[in-house]
């Protein structure tokens, strides 16, 4: 299963058990005020006391596995998000150095009046009109009699498709299958049942 696949199934299925815990919580605290305020309440309502707290456990404990396998889940997916960040900042970082060479091969050879493409020339515009104005200026006074042709710096460069962190993440295998989804109904069947049995 992936991990994308995982976390939505479990982040469902929490939502679901912690709704259910917080039905059987207000349930007890009503329980617990009734028996309070009953003559004879606590023997009255011991069964159902009872039945309540057996219905809550079995819910909590099964929130707890599947809030641990959750957590677990969160963390290798959240390494696998911050590797392939982190693999991209590198890289944009080691882009952002060539362009930058690029950009001031370009300005030191119109400082020396040699003749660039215009593309290279709008690059080097686009990037910091002032040095561009200040590289013409002191091209024009270099006044070399013979004048170097360049090609561009640019020719063969390709847009970079860069893989999104999130998407990475979800299609990352999961760790390890996690616990069995069981619907809440039948924990809390399950937990009456054992009580009933013994």
Do not use: C
């Not at 002032?130 to 640019?154: H, T, V």
């Amino acid at each position: 299963m992936k991990a994308g696949e995982a976390r939505g199934i479990y982040s469902s299925v929490l939502k679901t058990y912690n709704e259910q815990k917080f039905k059987l919580s207000k349930q007890r605290n009503e329980l617990k005020e009734r028996m309070e305020n009953t003559p004879d309440g606590k023997t009255r309502y011991a069964d159902e006391a009872a039945t309540l707290e057996l219905k809550y456990n079995a819910v909590a404990e099964k929130y707890d596995e599947y809030q641990s396998y959750v957590s677990q889940l969160m963390e290798q997916w959240n390494s696998k998000f911050n590797s392939v960040v982190a693999k991209q900042q590198v890289e944009v970082a080691k882009d952002y150095g060539e362009e930058m060479g690029k950009i001031m091969t370009v300005a030191r050879r119109i400082m020396h009046g040699d003749q660039v493409p215009m593309q290279d020339e709008k690059k080097l515009m686009e990037f910091d009109k002032d040095l561009y104005i200040m590289a013409k200026n002191a091209g024009m006074m270099a006044q070399l009699k013979e004048r170097k042709k360049y090609d561009s710096l640019w020719e063969d460069e390709e847009k970079k498709e860069y893989e999104d962190p999130m998407e990475a993440a979800d299609a990352e295998e999961a760790f390890a299958d996690g616990p069995e989804v069981v619907s809440v109904e039948s924990v809390m069947e399950a937990a009456i049942g054992e009580k009933e049995s013994e």
